[in-house]
């Protein structure tokens, strides 16, 4: 019926104008929140908004699309469904007004996994309380209902006929679609696109309550940890991590370079000549490991300090949306422009809109590459030549300082090389192997044009990889072998300080280490990295899925919950693991399990870093 649609429709827009009400709701409710961001940069978050309002509404109604097909399903049931369902959500996103100041995000399952006694117990009370959520709700629902009644009055009715039907199904369940996943872009939306203004509170104003949950809501929900008191686990891990003492080069510029898929063991035989140049002029840590094995997971590590300790990536955790301190956010405060480049498509891996979300001003893709269409490998992207001569270009011209992220993309399975350069380099015992001659050559010309640039001898470079790949030797296939991958810190005009060549350090380290060069502080940053340049063994922890890895100086403890851990030490040198005698590993390994986990569950760190 003709009718029935019409009236879905009719429902539908009649909500996106409530939604966008409950917004502004959220925005005055909050209002502390938006004092610092002008008029202009709140309109953009409503009008973002529309976007995953309307996503939102169609995702939870998607059924009522199937109903209007479905020959004389009643029209009072359907109704009564439908006002039924989206009052319920409605009564949830106001409520969700008051929960996010405890929460610090919108609304999950897991808020009702983790507190379904509790509301049980106290739920007259909070209702008697909080009495003008659910009565708003109510009387919202009531007043579009007798609307509804209305317009379903005037509206006249007509019988679809069957060679109309069916096309029309088709196109309606494909529009449906299209509206769920937010338009025709390569990547679905998600609940990290909300935050590509680059403010966590404009993230949370873009969004709404109703998408958060039905998108995090398969997201497996992180338990908490209690093997030491909340005051206990602060004070373990203020000393646990060492402070920023070191004096760089304030207001240098920084350049991460993030290598597709390099393992350490690479530069050790021989197939990365110019890393190993370049190392020699700053520094390359010996014991440098990743601290996921996923691309996916590498951003939140490098940029905010934020390691993968769970199955589920932190871009893709129930915690995404938690506010964070990282290199990025903290140089833009500092005056840094701020810019990422990535050679695969828009929305490859989460990269633009996690970078966009947490620091990172612009992000460019081979979407922005105006080079040849030789220049595209036809797999992933643009090749490494190309696109680090396009992100030099780029980078020049920026104004100083400026802090840049560059990941490479050619060693990616199916490690392609272009014409021109096969048969260039060593083929070696692994099909990686060529690739990453080929990438490391195209550094070594990277390096060579940057150097003629007026920028260059005021920059810090940090170089290493998102995780390792295919592994030949003994020495790296084990737990330990398979996060080791390169870590070096190189500056032009700058000597790195002696003997720190051989300090554990991962992924995590570098927010810190970048803030100790350019001498701005770390507030705000979580307790997990540290700088490398603060004396000490150092430290890495990485999942294992189930249970994890730590490493710290010569010894590694591997653990998990059911089964009591075990302690080895570990030569460097050889690679090889054998059983030790337990220390304090364990305590340590619990305490950062327990300060990281914790801290997604309730969106916010224990205790942050105050230097």
């Not at 005698?581 to 990281?596: G, R």
Request: aromatic fraction near 14%; hydrophobic fraction near 40%.
């Amino acid at each position: 019926k003709t009718k029935q649609l019409k009236l879905l429709l009719f429902r539908l827009v009649t909500l996106m104008v409530v939604y966008t009400l409950v917004r502004v709701g959220f925005s005055v409710y909050h209002s502390g929140l938006f004092q610092s961001h002008p008029i202009s940069e709140l309109l953009i978050s409503f009008i973002h908004g529309l976007r995953f309002d309307w996503a939102a509404l169609c995702w939870l109604n998607a059924c009522f699309f199937l109903f209007v097909f479905i020959p004389r399903f009643p029209a009072v049931l359907n109704k009564t469904l439908f006002y039924a369902l989206n009052a319920s959500f409605l009564i949830g996103g106001l409520a969700d007004l008051e929960l996010f100041t405890f929460n610090g995000r919108r609304m999950s399952r897991e808020f009702f996994t983790s507190v379904t006694a509790d509301i049980i117990q106290h739920l007259p009370a909070l209702t008697l309380y909080f009495w003008y959520f659910p009565v708003t709700g109510f009387v919202v629902a009531w007043l579009v209902w007798k609307l509804d009644s209305k317009v379903e009055g005037k509206l006249r009715d007509s019988t679809i006929k069957w060679a109309l039907a069916a096309p029309l199904f088709v196109l309606t369940i494909g529009l449906v679609f299209v509206s769920i996943r937010g338009g025709l872009q390569q990547k679905s939306i998600h609940v990290q696109t909300a935050f590509t203004q680059g403010s966590n509170e404009l993230g949370h104003l873009t969004l709404n309550t109703t998408y958060h949950f039905l998108r995090t809501f398969n997201t497996p929900v992180t338990s908490r940890r209690a093997f030491f008191s909340e005051s206990e686990l602060n004070n373990k891990i203020t000393q646990l991590t060492g402070k920023n003492s070191f004096a760089g080069k304030k207001g240098d510029n920084v350049v991460i370079i993030i290598l597709e898929s390099f393992s350490l063991e690479y530069l050790e035989q021989g197939y990365a000549p110019f890393l190993n140049e370049l190392s020699e002029k700053g520094v390359l840590f010996t014991a440098g490991f990743a601290n996921g094995r996923r691309s996916i997971e590498v951003l939140s590590s490098i940029l905010d300090g934020v390691p993968s300790v769970q199955e589920v990536p932190f871009s893709k955790s129930n915690a995404q949306g938690m506010a964070l301190e990282g290199v990025a956010t903290k140089l833009k405060t500092a005056g840094y422009q701020t810019v990422f480049f990535h050679g695969a498509g828009k929305g490859s891996m989460g990269f633009e809109t996690y970078s966009l979300a947490h620091g990172f001003e612009r992000y460019h893709s081979n979407a922005d590459f105006n080079g040849q269409a030789e220049d595209n490998d036809g797999q992933w992207g643009i090749y490494d030549g190309p696109w680090l001569n396009y992100s030099l270009k780029e980078i020049t011209k920026l104004k100083p300082p400026f802090l840049a992220g560059i990941f490479t993309l050619s060693s990616h399975q199916p490690y392609l090389i272009p014409p021109q350069w096969q048969d260039k380099f060593p083929k070696g015992t692994l099909e990686i192997h060529a690739s990453i001659g080929y990438t490391d050559r195209m550094l070594r010309d990277f390096f060579a044009a940057a150097s003629q640039e007026a920028w260059f001898k005021n920059t810090l470079f940090v170089i290493t990889a998102d995780h390792t790949q295919k592994l030949s030797t003994t020495k790296f296939q084990n737990t330990v072998g398979l996060y080791r991958v390169p870590l070096i810190l190189f500056h032009p005009t700058q000597a790195m300080p002696k003997g720190i060549a051989g300090k554990v350090v991962q992924h995590v380290d570098i927010p810190a280490t970048v803030l100790d060069w350019v001498e701005v502080d770390a507030s705000g940053l979580n307790y997990v990295g540290e700088s490398m340049f603060t004396p000490g063994p150092g430290k890495a922890l990485q999942y294992l899925q189930p249970g994890w890895q730590y490493v710290k100086g010569d010894r590694v403890f591997l653990w998990d919950e059911i089964n009591p851990g075990v302690e080895y030490h570990w030569d460097q040198k050889s690679g090889v693991l054998k059983t030790a005698a337990p220390s304090n590993m364990e305590d340590e390994a619990k305490t950062l399990v327990q300060y990281l986990l914790n801290g997604f569950r309730q969106s916010r760190w224990s205790v942050t870093r105050s230097e």
